[in-house]
């Protein structure tokens, strides 16, 4: 069974960071790339960060570069986004999802995990 399952996300102040895992299983771990989308509420998903399966090239949403960095430990089958300097417009559902190659867009990717809270307070 293919999945993916998002953690560590919660309540933090502005300024402050969060480290959210991304823990895969039930397929080839390296052989997918590992993107990070957030969505909030009345909003579209939108793409915030993806890790190359075969290169890891990492890719970042705008909004976001410079602040968060995004990681893979293969041996774990697990990505990981560190989200620092987070702001209250960082507020959102936080899911991981993988495709054979990143994309910003939500359309590709095959597998998605059930998402993680992330709420920052101002």
């Known amino acids: 069974e293919v999945q993916l399952v998002e953690s560590g996300g919660g309540l933090v102040q502005a300024g402050g960071s969060l480290r959210l895992s991304c823990a895969a299983s039930?397929?080839?771990?390296?052989?997918?790339?590992i993107g990070w989308f957030r969505q909030a509420p009345g909003k579209e998903r939108e793409g915030v960060s993806c890790?190359?399966?075969?290169?890891?090239?990492?890719y970042y949403a705008d909004s976001v570069k410079g602040r968060f960095t995004i990681s893979s430990d293969n041996a774990r089958s697990t990505v990981y986004l560190q989200m620092n300097s987070l702001t209250p417009e960082d507020t959102a559902v936080y899911y991981c999802?993988?495709?054979?190659?990143?994309?910003?867009?939500?359309?590709?990717?095959?597998?998605w995990g059930q998402g993680t809270q992330v709420t920052v307070a101002s």
């Open positions: 890790i190359g399966s075969s290169d890891g090239r990492t």
């Open positions: 039930g397929f080839t771990f390296d052989g997918y790339a």
């Open positions: 999802a993988a495709v054979s190659l990143c994309d910003y867009y939500p359309i590709p990717y095959d597998f």
